[in-house]
């Protein structure tokens, strides 16, 4: 479905004050002494309005009752000292408010980057997770994001109700049609802004998804991975035109959003326009008729533009706090996002020395959403503890969705996946987890240092480990002739002194980092699918070579790699069509045995073409 067409109605969860009460919660777990300071800000921040309010009024009176020189500099010193020093105490409180948000902030940073990194894969698969990923994260990014500028909108709120019940009791022996008048106005501007901030949340996720795009083009385009593509197909026309496309239907939505919020603001300057012009006339009339001195005129004219300012504060205040709470609730629907797994609680997983596992799957079958039919289809398999195991097949036979879900990134939509006869559901995952060591087809190394690679993980890094690691890997001449050694880092993107490796070498990295992990199941997913044959084949003995005395299962469509595994299974159409050693297999003589026969010829000739390139 077209975004623009969209018709879907988005309602928040959650209520202004229940969010409200959500960040003094965070407060109170974060960072407490930020409700002490916010409180003083509140209160300094009114003090100071008032000794603006009195100061004039309070220097005329003395003029008009004839005091003398002496009486009016001494009135007028007292004022600018108290209003210094309420200042100097208000810049101070200010500025430890604003750490303390920031902190808070920061500690939903965390929070949400931890959701982001353990939330069940299988919340991966679709774009709702991705898109309030994405919207979670406007609201933390900068000083000015929804996270941080809330807690100001919060106390300046508090500020303005202060203000405006003070101002009340000092204005009660005026004409009560004038606070009528101000407080009706304002509340009229107060719901016609809510109406409009209501609109733009109602379409938010249609905002969200034209940014997702953008954002996912511009990815693409910067991507160094991608560049050779780019250049080589002429890709930079296409891209650009993908952009411009989704960019025009973006600002289209921006235009329409931006007459919404013109609008607003038009409505708004009409009614400041009548309430104040209302308030004035009458303060004016009185003074004509001599009800009001100077100073009294000029008191009540200004706390009438103040308790207007108050009324309007107030409002606005809260149309802001509902526009915010809107996109708090987003953080909250993200962090409380349901679960298909238990990542808390749920039976432990004894981690003993020595500790034998049995992975069974019993009649599973899965189909991805929105997929008419299964991609795996009754898989019946069990690995034993310490056995090797290959899963062979063409692209696309289903062999990924298999360890994804032997893996426990996925569950079966029919069947079981059985741990030592438990299922698999009933404990913890990410206890679960640990039992795997992997590599995958796209890998994972970062912008770090080699060692912190390895361990994946910066404090307590076993150096020791991390070399003996290398050395079983092929790897540690290599990094021993490095300048930095295991503290060389790693992508060019962000290090200028990064050190970049050939695929060779990244696999025997990662096969440094699946030792390292030490876990009791080792899971190869085609990691090695770029490179040659001989190349994938050395790799995937070396993997086998260590991996003595631990469960291994080894992903490829090359069966030549895969020869020395105790067990093969050819997958098909997402299903397990043949099953034994090669040598049996071979000698079965069916689809397996003419697979590996045309890959034996074709590798054959690549290597004869290689030979003859040598030769001349």
């Known amino acids: 479905m077209k975004v623009q067409n ?73 004022f600018a000292l108290l209003l210094t020093v309420v200042r100097s105490l208000l810049m101070y409180v200010q500025s430890n408010t604003m750490f303390g948000r920031m902190e808070i902030r920061m500690e939903i940073c965390y929070a949400i980057m931890r959701k982001i990194g353990s939330t069940s894969y299988e919340n991966l698969n679709g774009p709702e997770v991705w898109n ?41 022996n005026v004409e009560p049609l004038i606070i009528v008048v101000i407080t009706v106005t304002a509340a009229a501007g107060y719901f016609f802004s809510k109406w409009i901030n209501s609109w733009g949340y109602r379409h938010r996720d249609e905002e969200a998804e034209y940014v997702h795009r953008l954002g996912y083009i511009r990815s693409k385009a910067s991507d160094r ?49 009548l309430r104040n012009g209302v308030a004035y006339l009458y303060l004016l009339q009185m003074v004509l008729e001599q009800h009001l001195s100077a100073a009294q005129f000029l008191l009540y004219f200004t706390a009438v533009g103040g308790f207007a300012e108050w009324v309007t504060g107030i409002l606005n205040q809260l149309t802001e706090l509902h526009r915010q709470s809107l996109e708090i609730c987003e953080v909250r629907e993200f962090l409380e996002y349901p679960e298909p797994f238990q990542l808390e609680g749920g039976l432990p997983i004894a981690a003993e020395e020595g500790a034998s596992w049995t992975l069974e799957l019993r009649d599973v079958s899965y189909r991805y959403a929105g997929a008419e039919q299964d991609t795996l289809r009754h898989i019946n398999l069990i690995l034993h503890p310490g056995e090797k195991l290959a899963i062979v097949g063409i692209n696309g036979a289903g062999k990924t969705t298999l360890i994804k879900i032997l893996c426990g990134f996925l569950d079966p939509t029919q069947g079981q996946v059985l741990l030592n006869g438990q299922d698999i559901r009933q404990y913890n995952r990410k206890e679960y987890y640990r039992l795997f060591a992997a590599v995958f087809q796209q890998h994972s190394l ?52 990064a050190v970049e490796f050939s695929g060779g070498q990244v696999q025997r990295l990662l096969l440094a980092r699946a030792l390292y992990r030490n876990a009791p199941v ?41 020869r020395f595994c105790d067990r093969i299974i050819l997958l098909s159409g997402g299903e397990i069509k043949e099953e034994g050693t090669h040598e049996t297999l071979v000698e079965a003589g069916g689809s397996y045995a003419a697979l590996f026969e045309v890959q034996r010829q074709y590798y054959k000739e690549e290597i004869g073409h290689e030979e003859e390139k040598k030769d001349k």
């Open 522 to 562: 080792l899971v190869l997913d085609e990691p090695t699918a770029a490179l040659d044959p001989l190349a994938e084949s050395d790799i995937y003995l070396r993997y086998h070579q260590l991996s003595q005395g631990k469960s291994s299962i080894f992903i490829s469509h090359r069966l030549a790699s895969t």
């Open 6 to 78: 969209r018709k879907q109605k988005n309602r928040s969860s959650y209520g202004m004050w229940s969010n409200t009460r959500f960040m003094i919660a965070q407060a109170m777990k974060y960072c407490k002494s930020v409700l002490g300071y916010a409180l003083m800000e509140v209160l300094l921040s009114v003090a100071v309005s008032l000794l603006g309010l009195y100061f004039a009024p309070a220097v005329l009176a003395v003029l008009e009752s004839g005091g003398t020189l002496k009486q009016f500099l001494g009135y007028t010193a007292v």
């Open 225 to 273: 991975a991608f560049a050779k593509d780019i250049r080589l197909f002429g890709m930079q026309e296409w891209l650009l035109e993908l952009y411009g496309k989704w960019y025009q239907m973006f600002q289209a939505f921006q235009i329409k959003a931006q007459k919404k919020y013109f609008l607003g603001n038009a409505v708004d300057m009409l009614l400041t326009l």
């Open 132 to 172: 309030r990923m994405e919207k979670s994260m406007s609201t933390i990014d900068g000083d000015a994001a929804t996270l941080q500028a809330a807690w100001k909108t919060l106390t300046t709120l508090l500020q303005n109700l202060i203000g405006f019940i003070i101002y009340l009791v000092l204005l009660a």
């Open 446 to 497: 970062v912008a770090a240092t080699l060692a912190e690679n390895i361990a994946q993980q910066t404090d307590q890094v076993d150096r020791n480990r991390v070399w003996e690691c290398l050395k079983q890997a092929g790897m540690s001449e290599k990094i021993k002739s490095l300048p930095q050694g295991i503290d060389t880092h790693l992508e060019r993107k962000v290090f200028d002194d």
